[in-house]
């Protein structure tokens, strides 16, 4: 496993998030093979490795120490060592700790090598319902109301499905503010303890889903996704945005009606032909 370079590589191990069997070969050899694990929690990372038989050292690497822990694991690495980083369940970095060392490695020219696995997000996004083709990522909402909400105002008009994740106890204010702030027309979907026994996943609006949730004390991992906003219909006609776009500009005629034509949903030809007519009747700028 050893780099041309004669450092050590980290290797970024992604972990089950819930079923066991989510654990791939190659995470597992790789952590058998490695010099050191670095761990989000080092007692919740014994259990996986008694599980999978893996007798590698482990020291942690966690929010509050990561900054200083670089220092450390950067000269292991320099020395030659290879290391794997692994959180408490999923792909480390994303919405885990991690990121700072991968930047550490980045900068200093140690390899990084991605061992792609289980992620909360994509296991979310897979099963959602969702569209898919096009997403984003926000990981954690913040905890007070006020904050929470500034943050959802950001998305009331994204186009995109928009992935959050959540803790159990703040789920029901969540959803709350997110009924105040997308209303009852914006789909949501809500999943929690996927890949575990109780997994469950429950779609409609935020009021919905806050009847649903609040019946019960909830318990677990949660994803929420939010459906992208729909895109509003122009309010000018075609002609109308050909004259206010030449008034504001002078880009080429055939540049400005394939710009008109992405607006209104129509061919570039189709615009052009209207500009054409448009100034044939003197009622467009040349």
């Known amino acids: 496993m050893s780099e041309p370079t004669g450092w050590g590589a980290l290797y970024v ?97 140690v390899t990084v090598h991605p061992i792609p696995g289980a992620s909360a997000c994509i296991a979310a996004l897979s099963m959602a319902g969702l569209p898919t083709d096009r997403f984003c990522f926000e990981g954690f909402l913040p905890a007070k109301h006020q904050a929470r909400c500034q943050m959802l105002e950001r998305f009331v008009s994204e186009p995109r499905t928009t992935v959050f994740y959540e803790a159990p106890h703040r789920l029901l204010a969540c959803l709350q503010d997110m009924a105040t702030v997308f209303g009852d027309a914006r789909q949501i979907v809500v999943v929690r303890e996927l890949t575990k026994i109780h997994e469950e996943r429950f779609a409609g609006t935020a009021a919905q889903a806050l009847d649903h949730f609040s019946a019960d004390r909830v318990r677990g991992e949660i994803v929420v996704l939010v459906a992208g906003a729909e895109e509003e219909a122009p309010q000018e006609t075609v002609e109308e945005t050909l004259k206010r776009l030449r008034r504001e500009s002078d880009v080429p005629m055939k540049s400005l009606a394939k710009q008109v034509a992405r607006q209104h949903g129509l061919s570039g030809s189709e615009v052009y032909a209207i500009a054409q007519r448009l100034k044939e009747h003197n009622l467009l700028d040349d």
């Not at 590698?56 to 450390?72: I, V």
């Not at 690495?77 to 290879?82: H, M, V």
């Open 13 to 109: 191990v992604a972990t089950p998030i819930g079923n066991l069997e989510d654990m791939t070969f190659r995470a597992i050899r790789v952590l058998k093979e490695v010099a050191l694990i670095a761990a989000e929690d080092t007692r919740h990372s014994r259990r996986l490795c008694r599980h999978f038989g893996i007798e590698t050292p482990l020291t942690s690497c966690f929010e509050h120490n990561e900054a200083r822990k670089g220092d450390y694991l950067l000269d292991l690495l320099l020395q030659g060592k290879d290391i794997a980083l692994i959180s408490d369940a999923g792909t480390p970095a994303i919405s885990d700790p991690g990121s700072l060392l991968v930047q550490r490695c980045c900068a200093a020219g």
